[in-house]
């Protein structure tokens, strides 16, 4: 119903920018609505862990540890969705990936999201 791909990972030195998109298609006789968006990461040997989510109003959701640094946007006419990631850590290194669904509130829980993208791989050398 919903395919979802990522772009813009690579490599980058601390204190850095990168920006990634997450471009949606829909293939739904029924139409589909995107409601929620994020964006999820996984280090080598962590859980995946929510970095931010966005609603169809833009409402926004932050992890603690990238407050302040990452911005979340959308634009709804393209159904794409974008992480600014300024100030790029060490520790920021993972696979980020792109998450959908159509619920309406943006949570930093896996479990909420239906669609998720390949992944594209951010790494932060010191």
């Known amino acids: 119903q919903l395919q979802l791909v990522e772009s813009g990972g690579g490599s980058v030195q601390a204190g850095g920018s990168l920006r990634l998109s997450c471009a949606a298609s829909?293939?739904?006789?029924?139409?589909?609505?995107?409601?929620?968006m994020a964006w999820f990461r996984q280090a080598p040997g962590k859980e995946r862990e929510g970095v931010a989510a966005?609603?169809?109003?833009?409402?926004?959701n932050y992890a603690d540890s990238v407050k302040g640094r990452f911005t979340i946007s959308r634009d709804n006419a393209k159904n794409t969705l974008y992480l600014q990631m300024n100030s790029l850590k060490p520790e920021d290194t993972a696979m980020y990936y792109c998450?959908?669904?159509?619920?309406?509130?943006?949570?930093?829980?896996?479990?909420?999201?239906?669609?998720w993208g390949q992944g594209t791989q951010v790494t932060v050398s010191s």
């Open positions: 966005i609603d169809r109003d833009r409402i926004t």
């Open positions: 998450a959908a669904d159509g619920a309406p509130i943006a949570t930093l829980n896996e479990r909420d999201y239906n669609y």
């Open positions: 829909i293939y739904s006789i029924y139409g589909y609505k995107i409601y929620r």
